[in-house]
């Protein structure tokens, strides 16, 4: 580890702790304590996610169960991972506080321990779940050809073989994270796992961009939809994730101490990141293929049509949007106009929700 960033001086502080092993150990115990708040967002979400599937069983039962399915080992794994995690800390600061170089030397040192591989284990396969559906989101948004996909699954089946690789190397005796074999190999693999997050991220996130910005230059700035918010592309993206692992990583690849503040965190944000998008599953928010040809089939409808009344001539404004298979989007706007009398007036009607869930905002002006 590099030295601490700190200096401390506590007159009954730690004696046989050097000043970066101190701060190794607040790292850990503040880490902990942020992992196990993020447990509590994720036993939320799961238990949000759950209510909501179980009534959509009647309606959607092969969905919904595959849905409750893929939460509860979500869940279970979190779950297992958390308490593993919980045993770690206590087994450190209260069982070994004084192994030498304090409890955070031990947590470094000690990886091969039943219950802290255990931890690891869940925590990796909880990975292959969080990414695995980050790739089926890109299928299903983009509703990508086999060779979009080729490059995304080969990425998405070294991650799993890199992954297997680093878990077998942790549970030797003697396994650590924080040795240069294993630092390597870890870098590998979560260099692995977030290029094929930033890759799908990007991939989903430039789709939506593009569409939101076709439908407002057919429709006008003021028109919204659920499925293209900035909020929306986030979710859909697991930005969340992304995020946190590129910091982990980081600070992993400069050998700073404060990697430990953010391994413990990123274990519970994974499971976070993909409950957010199925959530928005469950409530009909979420982006799917058939809610983009919807929403855009019933634009073409109507509604997106202007009307505009000025000095004795009406002007009729309709915009038509569609999509192709490949996610190509072709916009064709039509303009009327004829010689009448009468005032200006401007009137918004509400947005209207279909049973897919999807919702379109008419703005009509007379």
């Excluded at 939506?208 to 986030?234: D, F, I, N």
């Excluded at 700073?256 to 998008?277: C, D, E, K, R």
Aim: aromatic residues 12%.
């Amino acid at each position: 580890m590099a030295p601490s960033p700190l200096t401390y001086d506590f007159p009954q502080g730690p004696t046989n702790e050097t000043q970066a092993q101190i701060f190794n150990d607040i790292a850990d115990i503040n880490g902990a304590g942020i992992a196990f708040v993020a447990y509590g967002v994720h036993a939320t979400l799961f238990f949000l996610c759950l209510t909501l599937l179980w009534e959509e069983r009647k309606r959607k039962p092969r969905e919904a169960w595959i849905w409750i399915g893929y939460i509860s080992i979500l869940f279970t794994v979190g779950s297992i991972g958390n308490g593993a995690n919980m045993f770690l800390n206590q087994d450190a600061f209260v069982n070994h506080r004084n192994y030498p170089g304090g409890p955070g030397q031990f947590e470094i040192e000690q990886f091969a321990l039943t219950y802290d591989a255990v931890c690891n284990v869940v925590y990796i396969v909880g990975t292959w779940f969080t990414d695995g559906l980050l790739l089926y989101r890109f299928y299903t948004i983009l509703g990508a050809t086999w060779w979009i996909m080729v490059l995304p699954i080969l990425v998405y089946i070294a991650l799993i073989v890199m992954s297997i690789l680093l878990l077998h190397q942790l549970v030797m005796p003697g396994g650590t994270l924080w040795v240069p074999e294993s630092i390597n190999l870890g870098l590998g693999y979560w260099s692995t796992s977030i290029g094929i997050n930033i890759l799908l991220t990007l991939g989903i996130v430039g789709f939506l961009v593009h569409m939101r910005l076709q439908m407002r230059r057919a429709m006008g700035p003021k028109q919204q939809s659920p499925y293209l918010t900035v909020s929306a592309m986030l979710i859909e993206s697991m930005f969340m994730y992304t995020g946190f692992a590129l910091l982990f990583l980081i600070t992993l690849a400069r050998n700073s101490p404060v990697n430990l503040l953010f391994f413990q965190m990123l274990a519970q944000v994974q499971f976070i990141a993909p409950l957010l998008i199925i959530l928005r599953v469950a409530q009909g928010r979420a982006v799917t293929r058939k809610t983009i040809e919807d929403t855009i089939s019933r634009t073409n409808a109507g509604s997106a049509m202007e009307f505009s009344s000025r000095a004795g001539q009406s002007t009729y404004t309709s915009a038509t949007l569609s999509v192709n298979r490949s996610g190509q989007i072709g916009v064709t706007k039509s303009v009327f106009s004829d010689a009448t009398q009468g005032d200006s007036q401007s009137m918004e009607l509400p947005a209207f929700r279909t049973k897919e869930g999807s919702a379109h905002d008419i703005s009509v002006t007379v």
